[in-house]
């Protein structure tokens, strides 16, 4: 009689293989693994096929040139986030170990997930290259007036459709322990707070989406908050576009 195979219930550090290729485990952690695999014939196969699913998606989508108004938001966000770190103290990013029972998931999970990742990739391509019908509709650019003594700062908004994106270049970052948050204005009534929060690029550059029911909506504007936002305007507005 031949011996049966083993598998993933032959070994109590199977759960830990797709933390492995997520680099979701600690150095330590990732080096005493790495050891493991050289004798566990289970863990090999199936960080192997875990492996060969995550590299699938470095090919998966062809490589297209990013807009300068796409690169400059996701640099706003990774500096608006890091003034939120900051803000938070020290500790604020350091990685909590993984604990295995938490790790059993991520295996049967992990192919799903991926798949899910290389949608939004090639929906982002498809957006990019201007598959998307959004794209063909004409863009009205609306200037706004910007209150911001010393510094020569340009801010619009770009109009799609019902769909608004504010634009900025030149744009100081918001004081310490605060970030900028965008408000909607329905002529003399008090300004709506929106979930737009966003700061800018080295160079002062940012580009934010305008989120909300747009309709009877004369005025965005933008003011310096606390991080977090507020729920009332706490500072005089230091951008002012009308729709």
């Not at 550090?13 to 979701?24: G, I, S």
């Not at 297209?64 to 986030?81: C, D, G, K, N, S």
């Amino acid at each position: 009689m031949s011996a049966t195979p083993p598998s993933a219930r032959d070994c109590e550090r199977h759960d830990d293989a797709a933390a492995y290729v997520l680099h979701a485990l600690e150095d330590t952690e990732a080096r005493t693994f790495a050891e493991h695999l050289h004798d566990c014939r289970v863990c090999r196969e199936e960080v192997a096929q875990l492996q060969s699913v995550a590299d699938a998606l470095a090919v998966g989508v062809p490589r297209t040139e990013a807009p300068p108004a796409l690169a400059a938001r996701i640099m706003a966000t990774v500096y608006a986030e890091a003034e939120l770190l900051h803000a938070a103290g020290h500790d604020a990013d350091r990685v909590i170990p993984a604990r295995r029972e938490r790790r059993a998931w991520l295996a049967p999970a992990f192919a799903a997930a991926l798949a899910l990742a290389a949608g939004l990739l090639i929906g982002a391509f498809a957006i990019n290259t201007g598959s998307n019908t959004r794209s063909s509709q004409p863009t009205e650019v609306i200037q706004a007036a910007v209150a911001i003594p010393g510094r020569r700062v340009t801010a619009e908004l770009r109009k799609v459709g019902p769909h608004l994106q504010l634009v900025v270049e030149g744009m100081p970052a918001p004081p310490p322990g605060h970030i900028y948050e965008i408000w909607l204005e329905h002529g003399a009534a008090a300004p709506e707070p929106t979930d737009a929060l966003f700061s800018v690029t080295k160079t002062g550059d940012g580009s934010v989406g305008v989120p909300g029911d747009l309709r009877g909506v004369s005025d965005v504007l933008v003011t310096a908050e606390p991080l977090g936002g507020s729920l009332k305007p706490t500072r005089t507005p230091v951008i002012v576009a009308k729709v």
